[in-house]
């Protein structure tokens, strides 16, 4: 799974590396239409993946503000 992340996240890099050569070369429909579409991948493909592999196997309640959680950190202060 890293690894398709990793091809992934190069591939857009390079798109909207792509099409920002295509705006510099005069082709600003084609070129915003590139970085638009590598974009949109980035946030609807991309970081649900990698926030999927990132929680994987870890406790939610670990990272929430709960009550138990809040005396933890009481007791941690005070030490």
């Given amino acids: 799974m890293n690894t398709i992340l990793k091809i ?9 590396g792509v099409g920002f050569y295509f705006k510099m070369e005069g082709d600003d429909p084609l070129g915003d239409t590139v970085i638009g579409v590598a974009v949109l991948t980035s946030a609807f493909i991309l970081m649900p993946i990698f926030l999927y592999v990132r929680w994987k196997g870890k406790k939610l309640e670990d990272y ?14 005070r030490k």
Avoid at 8 to 16: S, Y
Avoid at 64 to 77: A, G
């Fill in 8 to 16: 992934l996240g190069i591939a857009i890099l390079v798109a909207i």
């Fill in 64 to 77: 929430t503000l709960s009550d138990k959680n809040m005396k933890k950190m009481r007791e941690n202060n």
